[in-house]
């Protein structure tokens, strides 16, 4: 660490010691266990001395670590009684990057919508796509919400023959078999780009 210099640049992969939490701040890209700062991404270390902090500029095509407060995108495929299971595809304002990490999500009922869900099965199915907030990263997978207007499915596909569920006289039907759907949809169905 230079003494004289605002800022040191070197080449650091996930784990490398970075310095001590009495010296730095944990930025982007870097975490705190047991006193000491870490890496969590391949990239460049970024020790900025005016601010105190120490964080890693990725050089990889893959996204920053998802933390709570964070949009992502993903694909409901397993809906269960009280959850719905997710895959994660990408980050928000990351499409075109790789997720780096846990890829696993759920969303409960509770965490479903502003008003009273009942059952989580009539909010979303297999193969729907949604936008959701990250609500936490603790755990085996990630916790996500949809309890917003701007969040929920974004793409919604039938139950019956697959095909992609349209917004006709606010509600979804589908127009291949005129089969028609409820889910929490969001605000911009059918609009939204990854």
């Known amino acids: 660490m230079e003494a004289n210099g605002e800022t040191k640049k070197e080449f650091v992969i996930p784990g490398d010691y970075i310095g001590v939490a009495e010296e730095f701040l944990p930025g982007t890209g870097a975490y705190e266990e047991n006193g ?3 890496a969590t991404l391949v990239g460049n270390l970024d020790l900025d001395m005016s601010k105190r902090s120490a964080s890693v500029i990725s050089k990889t095509n893959v996204v920053p670590q998802i933390k ?4 992502v ?3 409901v495929v397993s809906v269960k009684p009280q ?3 997710v895959d994660l595809l990408a980050l928000d304002g990351y499409a075109d990057k790789k997720l780096s990490a846990n890829t696993k999500a759920r969303i409960y009922v509770s965490q479903t919508d502003k008003k009273y869900v009942k059952t989580i099965s009539t909010e979303f199915k297999n193969g729907d796509i949604v936008r959701a907030r990250v609500v936490d990263t603790q755990g085996d997978a990630i916790r996500l919400s949809t309890a917003e207007d701007n969040l929920g499915v974004i ?3 039938c139950s019956v023959c697959k095909k992609t569920l349209e917004i006709k006289n606010g509600k979804l039907e589908c127009s291949y078999c005129s089969s028609k759907e409820t889910r929490k949809i969001a605000s911009d169905y059918l609009q939204a780009k990854l």
Request: glycine content about 12%; overall charge negative; cysteine-free.
């Open 36 to 38: 000491k700062i870490y």
């Open 68 to 71: 709570e407060g964070d949009i």
């Open 73 to 75: 995108y993903g694909e």
């Open 83 to 85: 959850m719905v299971y």
């Open 155 to 157: 793409r919604a596909v």
